[in-house]
T-cell receptor, first 114, second 114 residues
Framework: ETGVTQSPTHLIKTRGQQVTLRCSSQ?????VSWYQQALGQGPQFIFQ???????GRGNFPPRFSGLQFPNYSSELNVNALELDDSALYLC?????????????FGEGSWLTVV | GQQLNQSPQSMFIQEGEDVSMNCTSS?????WLWYKQDPGEGPVLLIA?????ELTSNGRLTAQFGITRKDSFLNISASIPSDVGIYFC??????????????FGQGTILTVHP
């Protein structure tokens, strides 16, 4: 148990639609980051949120956006879904409190775009 | 996106054997993390390394942070069937915008024959 929970666990969307994925971070962790993991590959960093603002982004287009709420929970929104967006989407939480930093992942949300 | 070079890509071993896998990078990292991922689940943190040269153990697992800060290895001693899974190395840079950002290797698929 990492204390990071994600919903939904599985969903199917049609190309062109929009999707929202949700994440509750581990208690006390103020940084949430999102990753995309295609089948057979390692996770790829999408972006991270700290104090409700995006403060780091990977190589993903603007149709990938997010939110972080005062309780540190977060959403990932993807607009205009494409077939290649089919992947496991992972949320991770960490704490910007100095010292050694560890990052814990949730179980992920499987997105299939048809 | 950028990835670490992780090897080997896959390993087939007998129960009781020792396993070694490693990661190399062209970039310096401040933290190295090793994760295990079972099918359909999120990555689970195994070991975190925070200092160059650091050698850390977690049960039958031992990992080291390379002196150059560009590499790390993970050893598993006396493998058992439940060690089966995909092992990922991940590097993290310094700085506030990197707290949640990990760069992952391609993964090592481990199969253990009883």
């Amino acid at each position: 148990e990492t204390g990071v929970t994600q919903s939904p666990t599985h969903l199917i969307k049609t190309r062109g639609q929009q999707v929202t994925l949700r994440c509750s971070s581990q208690s006390g962790h103020n940084t949430v980051s999102w990753y995309q993991q295609a089948l057979g590959q390692g996770p790829q960093f999408i972006f991270q949120y700290y104090r409700e603002e995006e403060n780091g982004r990977g190589n993903f287009p603007p149709r990938f956006s997010g939110l972080q709420f005062p309780n540190y929970s977060s959403e990932l929104n993807v607009n205009a879904l494409e077939l290649d967006d089919s992947a496991l989407y992972l949320c991770a939480s960490s704490s910007q409190s100095g010292g050694g930093n560890t990052i814990y992942f949730g179980e992920g949300s499987w997105l299939t775009v048809v | 996106g950028q990835q670490l070079n992780q090897s080997p890509q896959s390993m087939f071993i007998q129960e009781g054997e020792d396993v070694s896998m490693n990661c190399t990078s062209s970039s310096i990292f401040n933290t190295w993390l090793w994760y295990k991922q079972d099918p359909g689940e999120g990555p689970v943190l195994l070991i975190a390394l925070y200092k160059a040269g650091e050698l850390t153990s977690n049960g039958r697992l031992t990992a080291q942070f390379g002196i150059t800060r560009k590499d790390s290895f993970l050893n598993i001693s006396a493998s058992i069937p439940s060690d089966v899974g995909i092992y990922f190395c991940a590097g993290q840079s310094a700085g506030g915008t990197s707290y949640g950002k990990l760069t992952f290797g391609q993964g090592t698929i481990l199969t253990v024959h009883p």
